[in-house]
T-cell receptor
Framework: GEEVAQTPKHLVRGEGQKAKLYCAPI?????VFWYQQVLKNEFKFLISFQNENVFDETGMPKERFSAKCLPNSPCSLEIQATKLEDSAVYFCASSQGQGWQPQHFGDGTRLSIL | KQEVTQIPAALSVPEGENLVLNCSFTDSAIYNLQWFRQDPGKGLTSLLL?????REQTSGRLNASLDKSSGRSTLYIAASQPGDSATYLCAVGREGAQKLVFGQGTRLTINP
């Protein structure tokens, strides 16, 4: 598609439950990025993929967070045993990976942990 | 570690004014710099991207400049309109496919 599509728009989970977020990148974009936005404007990089391969995972809290980008499927970000501090808006972005081409962002998934 | 700072945090101006938003970064080894706007409850809309070899980029009423050696970028908005009200974020990338490091944003309000 022409836009980065993220689902669901809003996800509510009780503390300790699992949360799974999805992202369909723009068709033809080979790079996918996940960011976490907390406290209004603080963006934190989580992980990026080049096609189905992890490209950079330096931002991932590895004990509970995992992500995949499989062929012919939306990318996913999964959080096991959620904590209150995981409440945030999670953004997915995609790009063609060249320096002169921007990252395009989806509308985000608002995750609320109760 | 790259740090990106945006000043001011908030700005309110009357409609029609020209204005400048500032962005500074600590590590000049960047590959590109991107300006975004974010409307409440929405994602980021890419406004302009400047590669490290460029000095400025223009799109309509927007002009972004980059001074890599001093670690600064500005976003100039001409003839501001109420529809320009949003949060503006700058972000720097180290390489073409690398993660972006974001500033905290400037919340802009244009008063009719």
């Amino acid at each position: 598609g022409e836009e980065v599509a993220q689902t669901p728009k809003h996800l509510v989970r009780g503390e300790g439950q699992k949360a799974k977020l999805y992202c369909a990148p723009i068709k033809g974009h080979s790079y996918v990025f996940w960011y976490q936005q907390v406290l209004k404007n603080e963006f934190k990089f989580l992980i990026s993929f080049q096609n189905e391969n992890v490209f950079d995972e330096t931002g991932m809290p590895k004990e509970r967070f995992s992500a995949k980008c499989l062929p012919n499927s939306p990318c996913s970000l999964e959080i096991q045993a959620t904590k209150l501090e995981d409440s945030a808006v999670y953004f997915c972005a995609s790009s063609q990976g060249q320096g002169w081409q921007p990252q395009h962002f989806g509308d985000g998934t608002r995750l609320s942990i109760l | 570690k790259q740090e990106v700072t945006q000043i001011p945090a908030a700005l309110s101006v009357p409609e029609g004014e020209n204005l400048v938003l500032n962005c500074s970064f600590t590590d000049s080894a960047i590959y590109n710099l991107q300006w975004f706007r974010q409307d409440p409850g929405k994602g980021l809309t890419s406004l302009l991207l400047i590669q490290s070899s460029q000095r400025e980029q223009t799109s309509g009423r927007l002009n972004a400049s980059l001074d890599k050696s001093s670690g600064r970028s500005t976003l100039y908005i001409a003839a501001s309109q109420p529809g320009d009200s949003a949060t503006y974020l700058c972000a720097v990338g180290r390489e073409g496919a690398q993660k972006l490091v974001f500033g905290q944003g400037t919340r802009l309000t244009i008063n009719p």
